[in-house]
């Protein structure tokens, strides 16, 4: 009683001062058997600064499209989804994988499906995707291009889902995203007697990632009878089909393989994250500390990521968003360039690495987007001429 009429009388003060009460992300707490991991505090420590930051930027009603936290759209991490939204994303993704495309299949033979669209479009542009300063802020606009399109052409009302890297980091295979039930995004690939992944950096002898115990067909879950179709380009395993055309763009319809990689993934656990976001002061070293030193066996959360997924196309630098996967690794990868971006929201929001601004376009092509200035991409909030509108949660 005390207790709820002093939440009144605090409620009234606010009101009376046209305070609103600070925002709350509301995360799932039901006794889930993970506990929030230093990178979720501090994400949680930081937004009442990011909070503070937009509404001064939200004074002028313009700048922000009137996206505020409390309408922006909430991605959440997949084991904090219930198994009913699961189900209903990866609907979502079948849909998608089952729509004619709309590239050119004259010119991209290998491209069946609305899917393939996108992976094309990240096989044509890995290398200016992946340039400085194009990472962080191309595949934001990736990410969120290929929400959009679960949800306006397959029906999904969810999110882009994410995947904390953490969580995962003892044991993957064993984990929900992972196991290989139905609600799951597919199990561990069969074994396959490969001698595991050069880490290449710019040093030879390369460091090796040794092989996880699987990397060949994913045959349970919900995406094992998936066709992969275009590449490989810069695969990893050395017993895949030759794509048709040298340059990878023909079909090549074989099976999704993987090899979810315990190895790699002892390097995505929290405390690489967090030393990550929270010991680097400028967005250079944010990336470069990601990217690793992967000759002298430290792979970065990014490569680590990719190859505790592996496989075909998961391992394929060119190819990886073939495998249904990439979306959620990429996604916490945004995550945490946000993360990073709230510790010091006025002077961290508008740079990219490779400052000063060489005013770089990013073009998706047939995915819909249009054009893109890589720094109109720097704020989840009120960024892409306003359009996008969401927060990890
Ligand atoms: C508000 O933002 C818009 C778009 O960024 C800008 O054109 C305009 O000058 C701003 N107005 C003020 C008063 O700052
Ligand atoms: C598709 O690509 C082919 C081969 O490059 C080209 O001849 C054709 O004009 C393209 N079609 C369209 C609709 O752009
Ligand atoms: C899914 O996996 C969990 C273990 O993570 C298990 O308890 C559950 O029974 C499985 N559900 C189905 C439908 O296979
Ligand atoms: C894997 O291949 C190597 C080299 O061909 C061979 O020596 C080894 O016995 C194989 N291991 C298994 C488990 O098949
Ligand atoms: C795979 O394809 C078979 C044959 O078309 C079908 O019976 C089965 O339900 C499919 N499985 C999944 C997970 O889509
Ligand atoms: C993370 O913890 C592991 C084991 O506890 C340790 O080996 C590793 O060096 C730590 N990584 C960082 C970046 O601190
Ligand atoms: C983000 O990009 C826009 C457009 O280039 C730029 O005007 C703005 O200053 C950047 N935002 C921040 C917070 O720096």
Not at 19 to 33: H, I
Not at 46 to 54: F, G, R, S, V
Not at 301 to 313: F, K
Request: negative net charge.
């Amino acid at each position: 009683m005390v207790a709820a009429h002093w939440t009144l009388v605090l409620s009234s003060v606010l009101v009376a001062v046209g305070a609103k009460a600070p925002f709350s992300l509301n995360r799932r707490n039901d006794g889930w058997p993970y506990p929030l991991d230093n990178t979720d505090l501090l994400e949680e420590k930081l937004l009442p600064k990011y909070e503070a930051y937009l509404n001064k930027k939200n004074a002028n009603a313009s700048s922000s499209g009137g996206c505020t936290l409390e309408t922006a759209a909430k991605r959440q991490e997949w084991h904090d989804m219930t198994i009913p939204q699961r189900e209903e994303y990866i609907r979502a993704v079948l849909c998608i994988q089952s729509k004619p495309p709309k590239a050119n299949t004259t010119m991209y033979p290998g491209v069946k499906t609305r899917y393939d669209d996108f992976v094309v479009t990240h096989e044509t542009q890995a290398m200016h995707l992946h340039s400085t300063p194009h990472l962080f802020p191309a595949h934001r606009l990736y990410i969120w291009a290929y929400e959009k399109a679960l949800r306006e052409e397959c029906g999904y009302t969810g999110w882009q889902p994410y995947w904390n890297w953490g969580r995962t980091s003892v044991e993957p295979a064993k984990q929900p995203i992972f196991n290989g039930n139905m609600s799951s995004m597919g199990g561990q690939g069969l074994f396959s007697n490969y001698s595991g992944v050069p880490a290449m950096g710019t040093a030879k002898p390369y460091d090796m990632i040794p092989p996880g115990g699987g990397g060949g067909c994913v045959m349970e879950g919900p995406f094992k009878n998936m066709t992969v179709s275009l590449g490989p380009i810069g695969s990893v395993m050395p017993d895949l089909p030759k794509n048709p055309r040298a340059d990878g763009f023909g079909a090549n319809p074989r099976c999704l393989r993987r090899d979810v990689n315990k190895y790699a993934a002892a390097q995505t656990a929290d405390n690489y994250t967090y030393a990550l976001i929270t010991g680097t002061k400028t967005i250079d070293q944010f990336q470069k500390v990601m990217l690793g030193t992967p000759e002298k066996g430290d792979w970065g959360v990014h490569m680590a990521g990719h190859y505790t997924i592996g496989g075909d196309p998961g391992g394929d630098f060119f190819s990886s968003p073939g495998d249904p996967l990439f979306w959620f690794h990429h996604g916490m990868v945004d995550r945490i360039w946000w993360i990073w971006q709230m510790q010091d929201p006025e002077n961290r929001m508008g740079v990219l690495p490779d400052n000063p601004p060489k005013n770089d376009i990013v073009d998706l092509n047939w995915i819909g987007t249009g054009k893109a200035n890589t720094y109109d991409l720097n704020d989840s909030i009120g960024g892409y001429g306003g359009e996008f509108c969401y927060i990890y949660v």
